[in-house]
C-alpha cells in the first residue's frame, strides 16, 4: 500500500445530461476527455505518461492508442503489459454501448498462461438446471509428497453431456457422501484454463485459480500424470514477473 498508489481509472461515460449509450465509442470518449482535461493518447503523450506512473493521482483516464498500425498495437500491448497491466482492451470506435459480457465491440487480449491437469476429489450437487447432475467440482494438484491438494472448485466449460458424462462417472467412484457433496475416488482427469493463479489460504496448495474452466477430460491421463504444486508455483512466479 506504501508503494503502490490506488487510482481509478475512467474509460468511458454513459451519461452527461442525458443518456450517450447511443453515441458512438469514439464520441463518448471524446466527451469524457473533455471532462478530464486531457486524452492520454499512448502515441503523444507516452513520455508524459511514463512520467506519471507513479504520481499520486487519484483519477486519471485510460490510455489509448487508435491504429490500424499490427506493429504499433503490438509495442502498446508489451508496454501495458511492461507497466503492470494484464493485458489491452480492443475497441470499435463506431460501437454503441451495449450492456453484457459478450458484445462482440470490444475484446480483451491478453497473454494466455499453460493450462492445468487436475483431478475431481469432490462434487457438489446441483442446484436449478444442474439439480439432477453435480454443479461444481473440487479439483486438486499433487505435492511432493504425492498427496493431492485442493486448489479451488470449477463448474464452467461443461454442457449437458459433460455433465451426464461426469454424474455416471463420479457415482462409480464415491468414496463417502458427505450430504451436499461427494468425496469420490480420484482417478477423472480434467484439463483447465483460468484468468489467473492466486495465493490463497483457502485451500490447502496455498493458491487458487481465478475463474477456472474446463477446457476438456483427459481420459488418457490418470492421477500420477496431473500437475503439482510445485508447476502451479512456477507459473505463478512468471505471471508476478510478468507483471
Not at 470499435?92 to 459478450?102: D, I
Not at 487436475?118 to 494438484?141: C, L, Q, T
Request: glycine share 6%; charged share 40%.
Amino acid at each position: 500500500m506504501k508503494e503502490i498508489n490506488l487510482r481509478v481509472y475512467l474509460f468511458d461515460i454513459l451519461y452527461k445530461d442525458k443518456p450517450l449509450l447511443e453515441r458512438p465509442f469514439k464520441e463518448r470518449r471524446k466527451i469524457l476527455e473533455d471532462l478530464v482535461g486531457y486524452e492520454n493518447d499512448w502515441k503523444k503523450d507516452r513520455e508524459k505518461i511514463e512520467k506519471e506512473l507513479k504520481e499520486k493521482k487519484i483519477i486519471d483516464i485510460s490510455y489509448k492508442l487508435v491504429t490500424d498500425n499490427i506493429d504499433e498495437a503490438k509495442e502498446f500491448y508489451k508496454w501495458s503489459l511492461s507497466i503492470g497491466h494484464e493485458g489491452v482492451m480492443i475497441k470499435n470506435l463506431k460501437a454503441p454501448y451495449t450492456p453484457g459480457s459478450r458484445v462482440r465491440t470490444m475484446y480483451k487480449y491478453k497473454p494466455t498462461l499453460e493450462n492445468l491437469d487436475v483431478v475431481i476429489i469432490k462434487a457438489k450437487k446441483g442446484m436449478g438446471k444442474r439439480k439432477d447432475w453435480y454443479g461444481s467440482f473440487e479439483i486438486a494438484v499433487k505435492g511432493e509428497d504425492g498427496k493431492l491438494y485442493s486448489i479451488g472448485h470449477v463448474g464452467t466449460g461443461l454442457s449437458e453431456e459433460d455433465l451426464k458424462f461426469l454424474k455416471e462417472e463420479i457415482d462409480k467412484r464415491i468414496k463417502k457422501d458427505l450430504g451436499e457433496e461427494v468425496e469420490v475416488k480420484p482417478d477423472i482427469v480434467l484439463e483447465v484454463a483460468y484468468e489467473e493463479i492466486q495465493k490463497s489460504d483457502k485451500y490447502e496448495c496455498g493458491y487458487a485459480l481465478r475463474f477456472p474452466r474446463v477446457v476438456r477430460f483427459r481420459l488418457d491421463k490418470g492421477v500420477d500424470d496431473i500437475n503439482t504444486v510445485e508447476d502451479v508455483k512456477k507459473i505463478f512466479n512468471i505471471q508476478r514477473g510478468r507483471n
